[in-house]
Nanobody, 123 residues
């Protein structure tokens, strides 16, 4: 079983950048598909990006060109670099992982979730 802890959230002005981290323990990230999601109160969880266990990445149109998913297997950590942030990016951001064929930004297949980290973008 893998345990996930996100960090790196905070308050940033529009146009700014943040880098979120998701550290895994209890298992090796390299064996898992990992994804980033976000959620605003009252709305469904939105899939942003994912990386498969062979390193292929996928991005939702809403973040393509602004967000970059990377991984550091030596640190058992994945990152979401977020640039050109907009007020509508304000949400709680979660990482999720599971053993999958490929990866997906649909939340249902993921059994392992972090606790979330708040990102607030001011206008």
């Amino acid at each position: 079983e893998v345990r996930l802890v996100e960090s790196g959230g905070g308050l940033v002005q529009a146009g700014g950048s943040l880098r979120l981290s998701c550290a895994a323990s209890g298992s090796t990230f390299a064996d898992y598909a990992v994804a980033w999601f976000r959620q605003v109160p009252g709305k469904e969880r939105e899939g942003l990006s994912c990386i498969s266990n062979n390193g292929r990445t996928y991005y939702a149109d809403s973040v393509k060109g602004r967000f970059t998913f990377s991984s550091d297997n030596a640190k058992n950590t994945v990152y979401l670099q977020m640039n050109s942030l907009k007020p509508e990016d304000t949400a709680v951001y979660y990482c999720a992982a599971d053993v999958l064929l490929g990866c997906t930004i649909v939340p249902d297949p993921y059994d392992y979730w972090g606790q979330g980290t708040q990102v607030t973008v001011s206008s």
